[in-house]
């Protein structure tokens, strides 16, 4: 990994329950974004949280951002099949201006 | 909506061979990056351009090269190729250099022989 590591690396659920997936990074960021990745497929932008946000909402998403920690967590509610997919976060700043991507999170939604 | 076209979807070469990936950002974009994703790996950053300049370098072998053209769009070249090459690589624009959500395009699958 380029950046930190992500928290569980797999996370299997029933259809309905709430997923949690964390990341942590190393350096001082801009901006944290989380995105999703079906096997084999593009990355898909999920949510960008900037450095001075703490919390930001995009339809189930939840995002968190701990700076002090230098962590952020990613929560799904009601979670679907259709969510299964690997997630990963990724951030910005420090040493560099590019976006470097953390480890990632098998999540397996089971119907 | 305009997306971020990668061509070709799939290559396969052989050890030793050269091989060109080809990214056309969303129009208006102005940045382009390539990353490396091997089997069951993350993304790993290659390469970047800011309005046809090379912006930041990450983990690129001295093998490959790439650049922005003037038109936006980028090419990774890739000499000398080995097995351990054989990954999907992927091209992202973003607007303004960062800040902003990165739109990928679907990824060009290079398998080395």
């Known amino acids: 990994s380029q950046q930190g590591e992500e928290d569980p690396q797999a996370l299997s659920i029933q259809e309905g329950e709430n997923a949690t997936m964390n990341c942590s990074y190393k350096?001082?960021?801009?901006?944290l974004q989380w995105y999703r990745q079906n096997s084999g497929r593009g990355l898909v932008h999920l949510i960008l949280?900037?450095?001075?946000?703490r919390e930001k909402h995009s339809g189930r998403l939840r995002v968190t951002l701990d700076t002090s920690k230098k962590s952020s967590s990613l929560l799904i509610t009601a979670s679907r099949a259709a969510d299964t997919a690997s997630y990963f976060c990724a951030t910005d700043g420090g040493d560099n201006n590019d976006m470097r991507f953390g480890a990632g999170t098998r999540l397996t939604v089971k119907p | 909506a305009a997306g971020v076209i990668q061509s070709p979807r799939h290559l396969i070469k052989e050890k030793r061979e050269t091989a060109t990936l080809k990214c056309y950002p969303i129009?208006?974009?102005?940045?382009v990056y390539w990353y490396q994703q091997g089997p069951g790996q993350d993304p790993q950053f290659l390469i970047s351009?800011?309005?046809?300049?090379q912006s930041d370098k990450g983990s690129i072998p001295d093998r490959f090269s790439a650049q922005q053209f003037s038109d936006y769009h980028s090419e990774l070249n890739m000499s000398s190729l080995e097995l351990g090459d054989s990954a999907l690589y992927f091209c992202a624009s973003s607007p303004l250099g960062w800040g902003y959500g990165y739109t990928f395009g679907s990824g060009t699958r290079l398998t080395v022989v």
């Open positions: 350096t001082s960021i801009n901006n």
């Open positions: 129009p208006r974009h102005d940045t």
């Open positions: 351009f800011y309005e046809k300049m």
């Open positions: 949280i900037r450095s001075n946000e």
